[in-house]
């Protein structure tokens, strides 16, 4: 089968959902690919401090979270290598959210312009790592008989806990960055007129001495980067609290199969099975190409013989044509 056939193959056998997600991923990846490398040439021309967001710590977080968004838009396709199974509209909630908190947050600059758009990002963290670990409790019981091994609310106290934690380990890891590369990853630069300097962690603001001590002398001010840091886990919460609910009343409903909201394992038998029908198309598509080919001098031959009969035929017409003459 040629290149063509098999994509339309690949692509045929799958879902309208399951499309959907596959051209979006492609389009997004493409996008963080063109940001990354976007982003790595400014970090070499960037000015160290500025009044806007085009700094070189700026462009440095750029380029580190379009690599981490390309990664995280791979694990669906490295997951299925393991023969685990991410469900269709579990890919589209990740490139959504790798569409709003990374190309639109970090590289369109939303967090800046917005000042709600890291509470959205931060809930939808909450949620999506909720689903991930109501994913780890099922892989654990290999996907049979979750409701009788476990309790929903034990499972449920589990995913919440499991939430909370890796939202508070991304908090640590926002501090190590800001901290060892100098970026502004936790916004503890205080986004007001006349002392931003662009998100640079390790440059003076903007600004006079009084200014700046005006500022931090008001409430708002010192407690600027506690604040937004505590907001996050906050939302964090709220976001995997909502999630654990929804996942606790899955598992509730007898009738609801949570194996079509997770992350699953393919059985070895619809392994085997998706061998077999794949190499029965690629035979039936061999043998096709070699009939095909097998056809072409027979029809080139049944074309020469149509043409000679209907010269010879013609000669006839002129022979008859020039005795009735004659």
């Not at 490398?37 to 160290?48: E, G, H, S, T």
């Not at 019981?141 to 929903?152: E, F, R, T, V």
């Not at 034990?154 to 926002?174: H, I, K, P, Y």
């Not at 690629?282 to 027979?298: I, S």
Request: proline share 2%.
């Amino acid at each position: 089968m040629s290149g063509k056939k098999k994509v339309n193959t690949y692509i045929g056998k799958m879902s309208k959902s399951e499309r959907v997600a596959f051209f979006s991923n492609l389009v997004l990846m493409l996008l963080l690919v063109v940001s990354f490398i976007y982003a790595l040439f400014n970090c070499f021309v960037a000015p160290i401090s500025s009044s806007t967001e085009n700094t070189k710590s700026n462009y440095m977080l750029t380029a580190w979270q379009s690599l981490l968004g390309i990664i995280v838009l791979s694990l669906p396709s490295v997951l299925k290598k393991f023969r685990l199974v991410v469900p269709a509209y579990l890919k589209i909630v990740l490139v959504f959210y790798v569409l709003a908190a990374i190309f639109l947050g970090e590289v369109r600059h939303y967090y800046y312009r917005f000042e709600h758009w890291d509470t959205l990002c931060h809930m939808c963290s909450g949620m999506i790592f909720t689903v991930l670990s109501f994913s780890f409790v099922y892989l654990l019981n290999a996907g049979k008989g979750l409701h009788d091994k476990m309790s929903p609310g034990f499972v449920a106290l589990f995913a919440f806990c499991f939430a909370a934690t890796s939202g508070m380990v991304w908090e640590v890891m926002e501090f190590c960055i800001d901290t060892i590369v100098g970026c502004n990853m936790q916004k503890f630069i205080p986004m007001v007129d006349g002392l931003f300097n662009g998100g640079a962690g390790r440059e003076p603001l903007l600004g006079t001495d009084e200014q700046i001590a005006a500022f931090f002398r008001r409430p708002e001010g010192y407690k600027y980067a506690l604040m937004d840091t505590m907001y996050d886990l906050v939302v964090d919460l709220v976001g995997a609290f909502i999630m654990t609910m929804v996942c606790y009343a899955l598992m509730k409903a007898k009738k609801a199969r949570m194996d079509e909201f997770v992350i699953t394992r393919v059985k070895e038998t619809e392994t085997v099975k998706e061998i077999v029908i794949q190499t029965v198309v690629t035979e039936v598509g061999k043998q096709t190409a070699v009939a095909e080919q097998e056809k072409q001098p027979t029809v080139v031959a049944d074309e020469l013989c149509e043409t000679a009969e209907q010269e010879a035929e013609v000669e006839q017409e002129v022979a008859s044509t020039a005795e009735t003459v004659e």
